[in-house]
């Protein structure tokens, strides 16, 4: 596989990937590239793991920053995001225990997420009747609106960033991540959140 002068203009912010030869040579993500130079360090080990983790790690780190862009136009952040798109898809109220959970998130983090979105309207708190510690969050009416406007341009925005796999391949990949997810979910599951 050659990259064209058109591919590198289409990269992301006009910067050069890792280990693209400009001259038509073979394309390299960065990941390859420290795989070879680990192989010249450690030429028995077996690298496999950092094929598979250390791409996870830099196509997550990228696309953090990619999908962010409209969620900023937008005033909220990723984890804001999600928070939001919890309470809109499981419906009603939920505790923010629940929406812990929901989100793979702190409680800490969700409370501080929680304060933010109450201040801009967009999430409600009902102190429970009968313990007054429990608190019931739910979209208002205004959340509702922005999560359901904002959802469909997010969501063209992640399907354009992934227009570049090939037919089927989307599919194939999210087959593959879901068997990994599965796995790790049941290895690590209580050790996250």
């Known amino acids: 596989m050659t990259v064209t002068r058109g591919a590198y203009d289409q990269s992301v912010g006009g910067v050069e990937p890792a ?6 040579g073979q394309v390299e993500d960065a990941v390859a590239v420290a795989l ?7 030429p028995d080990a077996d690298l496999d793991a950092i094929a598979v983790i250390g791409r996870l ?11 962010d862009a409209p969620l900023g136009r937008a ?16 419906g009603g109220e ?9 989100t793979f998130a702190s409680g800490a983090a969700v409370t501080k997420r929680v304060r933010r979105l109450e201040q801009m309207g967009l999430v409600s708190r009902r102190v429970d ?8 969050l ?5 959340g509702r609106e922005f999560v359901l406007e904002l959802v469909p341009e997010q969501l063209a925005y992640e399907n354009a960033l992934l227009a570049g796999l090939a037919p089927g391949r989307e599919r194939e990949l999210a087959g593959l991540l879901g068997e990994l997810l599965l796995m790790l979910e049941g290895r690590l599951g209580g050790l996250i959140g």
Request: glycine share 6%; charged share 30%.
């Open 19 to 24: 280990g693209i030869d400009r001259k038509g």
């Open 36 to 42: 070879r130079q680990w192989r010249q360090v450690l």
């Open 57 to 67: 790690n830099r196509c997550a780190a990228l696309l953090q920053q990619a999908t």
């Open 75 to 90: 005033g909220v952040n990723r984890a804001e995001y999600d928070l939001l798109c919890a309470l809109l898809r499981v």
């Open 94 to 102: 939920l505790t923010p225990g629940r929406l812990a959970r929901e």
């Open 129 to 136: 009747e009968r313990d007054r510690r429990v608190a019931h």
């Open 138 to 142: 739910s979209l208002t009416e205004r």
